[in-house]
């Protein structure tokens, strides 16, 4: 079964509105989650380095008061897309890095199964 | 960061073994190496992972040679659901503990019936 849960798995949405997309580690705590964004034929990129209780790192070229990210919790941490546009329309995946407990020991990385998100 | 080069397309026949190579020349003593596949429209899903020894699990097989600039993933009988982008990674650290993965392009096997 998953141990990382993405909500909601797609959501579509107004162009200028914002979207805000859930990532829960399941049974185990992680510090860190990261943020990646996918187009279509292309592969994964990092978008953001969340980690609990303090400010995301953002990758090069990632517009952080775009794509805010609130890690408040070792099991939750949630991205949300303000003031949407249609060339934001993607597939997210999030991923968590995984503390003692988590299925293939710590310091691995389990990832979410993604959001579709369509901004019309 | 050590990189990557895979095929960008492998077509194999179910029920037979599909061997993905990856070259990661530049990889460092203490960077391992990892495999994860996307089927369509899913997040990644973790295959396997490897320092230097050849590994195997109920998925697939490592076979890393023994300079460690390359592998090999064994899927040692291939079905249709095995169609997916297998990704190669050299996992890098990110400060801390943290391990930050960057995704190449991956190869495409495409398990034909």
């Known amino acids: 079964g998953a141990v990382v849960s993405q909500h909601p798995s797609w959501v579509i949405c107004k162009s200028g509105t914002s979207v805000k997309i859930e990532c829960r580690s399941l049974?185990?705590?992680?510090?860190?989650m990261f943020w990646y964004r996918q187009f279509p034929k292309q592969s994964l990129m990092l978008m953001a380095t969340?980690?609990?209780?303090?400010?995301?790192?953002?990758e090069q070229g990632v517009e952080k008061d775009k794509f805010l990210i609130n890690h408040a919790s070792l099991t939750l941490s949630t991205l949300t897309v303000t003031s949407a546009h249609p060339e934001d329309s993607s597939f997210y995946i999030c991923?968590?890095?995984?503390?003692?407990?988590?299925?293939?020991?710590?310091?691995?990385?389990?990832f979410g199964p993604g959001t579709r998100l369509t901004v019309t | 960061d050590a990189k990557t080069t895979q095929p960008p397309s492998m077509d194999c026949a179910e029920g037979r073994a599909a061997n993905l190579p990856c070259n990661h020349s530049?990889?460092?003593?203490?960077?391992?190496v990892y495999w994860y596949r996307q089927i369509h429209s899913q997040g990644p899903q973790y295959i396997i992972h490897?320092?230097?020894n050849n590994e195997t699990n109920e998925m697939a097989s490592l076979i890393i040679t023994e300079d460690r600039k390359s592998s090999t993933l064994i899927l040692p009988h291939a079905t249709l659901r095995d169609t997916a982008v297998y990704y190669c990674?050299?996992?890098?650290?990110?400060?801390?503990?943290?391990?930050?993965?960057?995704f190449g392009k991956g190869t495409l096997l495409t398990v034909n019936p």
């Open positions: 991923s968590a890095i995984g503390l003692a407990g988590a299925p293939r020991g710590s310091n691995e990385q389990y």
């Open positions: 049974d185990f705590q992680a510090t860190t």
């Open positions: 969340s980690n609990e209780g303090s400010k995301a790192t953002y």
């Open positions: 530049t990889i460092s003593g203490n960077e391992y």
């Open positions: 490897g320092l230097k």
């Open positions: 990674i050299v996992r890098v650290r990110s400060g801390g503990s943290n391990y930050k993965l960057t």
